[in-house]
Nanobody, 123 residues
């Protein structure tokens, strides 16, 4: 059974950094693509970044390119999101996701979701 557990969120000042982690604790091994989405209050869930099983292919929303880096450690069933130069507009609940069929940038095409971790960036 897939169980995605996020950690690493918190409160940070603008310009600061955070590193999110997501462990797929329900399986011993997975070849699924994994990704991150975020949802701010009153807004739709939006794509942030995704990574292929091998890590060779990564994708980013234009709003985070050059600031965020996605990576994964398959030995630990873990995906990371390093977030640098954070801005107040990055404030949102960040969700980890796995197993996509269709568009990697469309939330409805991803199958498994974590509960989310709050990221708050103060100005």
């Amino acid at each position: 059974q897939v169980q995605l557990v996020e950690s690493g969120g918190g409160l940070v000042q603008a310009g600061g950094s955070l590193r999110l982690s997501c462990v797929d604790s329900g399986r011993t091994f997975t070849t699924d693509p994994m990704g991150w989405f975020r949802q701010a209050p009153g807004k739709e869930r939006e794509f942030v970044s995704s990574v292929s099983w091998t890590g060779a292919s990564t994708f980013y929303a234009d709003s985070v390119k050059g600031r965020f880096t996605i990576s994964r450690d398959n030995a630990k069933n873990t995906v990371y999101l390093q977030m640098n130069d954070l801005k107040p507009e990055d404030t949102a609940v960040y969700f980890c996701t796995a197993d996509v069929e269709g568009s990697w940038m469309r939330s409805t095409d991803w199958r498994y979701w974590g509960q989310g971790t709050q990221v708050t960036v103060s100005s």
